[in-house]
Structures are given as C-alpha cells and as structure tokens.
C-alpha cells in the first residue's frame, strides 16, 4: 500500500491511506531517521520504502511541499526581502506559491494596492483577515502538501488556528499542541482537510538563502520572471543588472520592472555575493 507521512513521534509513524489512518515501524531497512512528515511512503505491516522527494524543508522537517503560503500584514510591515527570497525558494524547490495578505480588516487602500502593483504578475495574491475569521479564501487554496511562511506577527498562528476551527473537531488538542508547540522544540504534523494536508506549524520566518539552497548569485536574475524580457537587451550576457549598458535598469527607469522588486534584487546579489566569500 502507498500513503503520506501524517506526523512521527519517535520510531511510530501516522500514515494516511486512503482516508484511513494507520500507526506503523519502519521495517528493519528503513530507518526512521530518513522518513519525514510529508513523505509518500510503501507499508505492509511496517514502512518498507520512501519513495522519491520532490523537496525537503530542514526546519520544520517537512517532505514535497506543494504550496507554500507566505503571509504578510499591513503591521507589522512587509519584509519584501523575505518575501522575493522565499518566492527564489519555491522556484528553487517547485512549490506553488501564494502571497497572503493577513489582517485586511486594518489594511487600506494604498497598501493593498501597491502590493498588488509590485507583486500581481509574479504570484497569486489572496486577501484574509484571521481576526474576522474571514479565511475563505485561503481555505480553497488548500491543495496538496501546504506549509505557511512569514515573518513574526503578521498572524501565521492565528490563520492555522482558525483554519483548524473551522475544520478539525480535535481543535483542543490542536490548539493546545500549538500553545505547547511555542516553548519547545516540536515536531511537525500535517492536518487533512478537504483537497490537501496543511502543516501546523508557522515555517519559517527567516531565510538565508546562501544557507538553504546552492543558488550562484550570477544565476539570481533568472528566479525574477518579472525581469525575462528585459534580460534580453542587456548588452552583455553575463549582466548583473547592476550599472552600464543594461537592459533591466532602463526598465525600472521606464516603470516596466518594479523599483521595489529591483532593489530586493541588488540586496539579495550583494548577499549571495558576500557569502561567497567564506
Ligand atoms: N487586526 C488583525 N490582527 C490580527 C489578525 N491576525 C492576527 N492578528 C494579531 O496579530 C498578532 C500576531 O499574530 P500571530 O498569529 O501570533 O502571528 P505569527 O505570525 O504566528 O507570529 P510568530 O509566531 O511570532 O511568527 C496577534 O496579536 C494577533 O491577534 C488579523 O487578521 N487582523
Ligand atoms: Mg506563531
Ligand atoms: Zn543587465
């Protein structure tokens, strides 16, 4: 039988398959340190293989995430830095990613519109309010393996909290292994609900993406889909798009590239640049 890894607590795994729920050991050959949350995995009576990954997240450990949500929120401010770092990392990694705007009840116009300006061509972008319980949107973007990300406070707890509300009946259990979750080191467990599994846990927050991913910094412009066709006038091939004779910079100067999406990337070059160094 095949399954997915719902959640691990040391060498006994939860294993969904077909809606049914098995508790089960890795055989004798698979070891458990090599089986994640996430996983698809073959069982009998024990797990007897994992089968190829797609992407693996560290911390949580996390197995073929489909979809990553990274939220933001009108306070605290966007991080754009962590935003595009974490739009490089779903390209890096083939996750889908969508762009949540938490906490629309206090977000006005102006800043609503000028993330929709800097961000409608590269992702899907979904507006919610955690505190109205107003979630609808991001409950049907729910499809696959889903994991959340962002920075602090911008609502990631209380989106998963109201999300497992309405959804789940063991909500008191869940939310107290969320409370519990804050002091220690916790494993993640990923929640079934109607066209996919979402992780309980907030992901992460920051991103150094030197760490996390190989990416060469004369290869950073190729994750700027918004950047593709201007690329192509650059004079020369290897262009940074940092001075000269460069077909990125008169886009920005003709408003065709973002300014904001811009000098995200010159941030996120000096940083890939500088961490070469060591
Ligand atoms: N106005 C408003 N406040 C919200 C909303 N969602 C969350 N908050 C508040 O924002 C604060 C932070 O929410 P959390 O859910 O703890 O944020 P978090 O992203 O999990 O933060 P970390 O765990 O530190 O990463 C809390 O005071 C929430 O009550 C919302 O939709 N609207
Ligand atoms: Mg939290
Ligand atoms: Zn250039």
Known sequence: MQGIVLS???????????????KIHPSGK????????G??????????KVLPRKNLLIRPPLANIDRLFIVISPSP??????????????????IFPV????????????????????????????KISAKNGNIKEIEENIEGVCAMAGQSAVGKSSIINSIFKENLADTDTLSKRIERGKQTTRLVTLYKLRK???????GFSLLDLSYVTNLDYRELSAYYPDFLTARAKCKFRSCLHESGDCGVI?????????????????????????ARKY
Do not use: Q, W
């Not at 991080?79 to 739009?87: G, H, N, P, R, S």
């Open 39 to 48: 996983d698809k995995v073959e069982f009998e009576e024990n797990i007897t």
């Open 196 to 202: 996919g599994y979402l992780a309980d846990t907030a």
């Open 30 to 37: 698979t070891k458990t340190s090599g089986i994640f949350v």
């Open 250 to 274: 008169r886009a920005v100067d003709e408003n065709k590239i973002s300014m904001l999406r811009y000098e995200n990337y010159l941030r996120i070059l000096e940083e890939l640049k500088s």
């Open 77 to 94: 401010k966007p991080d754009f830095i962590l935003v595009d770092k974490l739009l490089i990392y779903c390209t890096l990694n083939d």
């Open 8 to 22: 691990k607590n040391a060498n006994l795994f939860t294993v969904e398959s077909n809606g049914e729920i098995h």
């Open 99 to 126: 762009l949540v705007i938490n906490k629309c009840d206090i977000a006005g116009e102006e800043f609503l519109s000028f993330i929709t300006k800097n961000y409608k061509k590269i992702v899907k972008i979904i």
